[in-house]
């Protein structure tokens, strides 16, 4: 039998993995062109996160553009009523702008969303599958949590103008508690509340010695229903033995527009970017006229995985023979048979093409297969 782990790339392989998991859960595959209408992109730009979209004009002179996302043709295409919940997984591809360079590039994507009346166990299934996707993906994972409720909730208190609060968001994400201290001071904002901010963007660690120190972040009730509903997340990864590479950091942060619940990142040793980042995303559908209907997912970045753990083969081909214009046909296809059934790569060649890398060569004399002597 065929082991195609020897044969799938880091990627291939994961993308199968995550496809099964997923369908234990009910998701279902859900496949999107290339190809949306620009207008999407252009009202939820904040959204996305980047303004590179690349667009084109059709035969019918308007306006589309190379998908850039998933999650928004998924959530304008769900058909939610109430009391039902919608589950849908995919891998296909998103073309963005890459980092730094400015150039466009073709990135795989897998994930899931959950869209419709969520509740609890919607949050705690998802977040569970989080935590699954990257065990299955590299044993030596992290996942952080956030909650968007209790960042929200710090924020409100502060009573900051709308770019001075945008200021702060920035820099809770980049755990800056300098900068953070120096605009709300600027705003004359009390030393109490700005030692409530430290203790927020200082907060990390595993979940289960952080969460003692929740109660402590909760001073409105935004950020008590927020707290409440992470300790419940706490004892499901906890019953479900998840909890070990599981952290709390409220550094973890997204767009205020948009999100409004639980968020988070996915990391694995061997690659420095988050590979995995979801969240719940409510507010999105709102803005889409879908008012009441809840959404919560993530997706996975494959393309980096590629080269994860990735062991170079030292030839690009185990056997090559040589064939020689008067040999037996069918004696050189038996030859090619020989070899592929003990599980080597063979290449037929009239004559060695320039840096092949090769285990060894054999032809055919009279029947026989005999080794090639080389300098190589």
């Not at 998908?67 to 591809?93: M, N, R, W």
């Not at 402590?216 to 590479?245: H, I």
């Not at 994860?308 to 004696?331: A, F, G, S």
Request: hydrophobic residues 35%; proline residues 2%; negative net charge.
């Amino acid at each position: 039998m065929t082991d195609y782990n020897k044969i799938l790339r880091n990627d291939e392989r994961a993308v199968l993995g995550l496809r099964e998991l997923f369908g234990r859960y009910g998701y279902q595959r859900f496949k999107t062109g290339k190809f949306e209408d620009y207008e999407l992109y252009a009202r939820n730009k904040d959204f996305l996160g980047e303004d590179g979209i690349l667009t084109f004009t059709d035969s019918r002179g308007k306006l589309i553009a190379l998908k850039p996302d998933v999650t928004l043709s998924i959530a304008k295409t769900a058909d939610v009523h109430p009391g039902e919940v919608q589950k849908f997984c995919y891998d296909d591809e998103v073309y963005r702008l890459s980092d730094g360079n400015g150039t466009f590039r073709e990135i795989t994507q897998t994930g899931i969303e959950c869209i419709g009346d969520i509740g609890s166990y919607d949050i705690a299934e998802v977040i569970q599958l989080a935590v699954r996707s990257l065990q299955l993906i590299h044993e030596d994972y992290v996942l952080d949590i956030s909650h968007m409720g209790i960042v929200q909730g710090m924020i409100s208190l502060l009573n900051l103008p709308t770019p001075a609060a945008e200021e702060v968001l920035r820099c809770i994400g980049e755990k800056n508690v300098h900068e953070a201290s120096e605009i709300c001071e600027n705003y004359n904002v009390s030393d109490k509340m700005i030692r409530r901010l430290r203790k927020l963007i200082t907060t990390c660690g595993p979940i289960d010695k952080v969460v003692g120190e929740l109660g402590q972040l909760a001073v409105n009730n935004t950020m008590s229903r927020a707290v409440g509903e992470l300790r419940v997340l706490v004892s499901v990864l906890k019953a479900q033995g998840l909890d070990r590479n599981v952290r709390f950091d409220f550094s973890v942060v997204n767009d205020m527009g948009y999100y409004n619940g639980v968020i988070f990142q996915g990391f694995v040793k061997g690659i420095s970017s988050s590979i995995l980042a979801g969240g719940r995303y409510d507010n999105l559908m709102q803005k889409m006229g879908k008012r009441n209907a809840g959404a919560i997912g993530f997706s996975i970045s494959m393309d980096e995985l590629e080269e994860l753990n990735y062991q170079p083969r030292e030839t690009d081909v185990d056997v090559v023979i040589l064939d020689q214009p008067w040999e037996d046909l069918n004696r050189l296809i038996q030859v090619v048979q020989k070899y592929t059934q003990q599980g080597l790569s063979v290449s037929v060649q009239k004559q060695i093409p320039k840096n092949l890398r090769y285990g060894k060569i054999v032809q055919i004399e009279n029947g026989e297969v005999k080794d090639v002597e080389t300098d190589c």
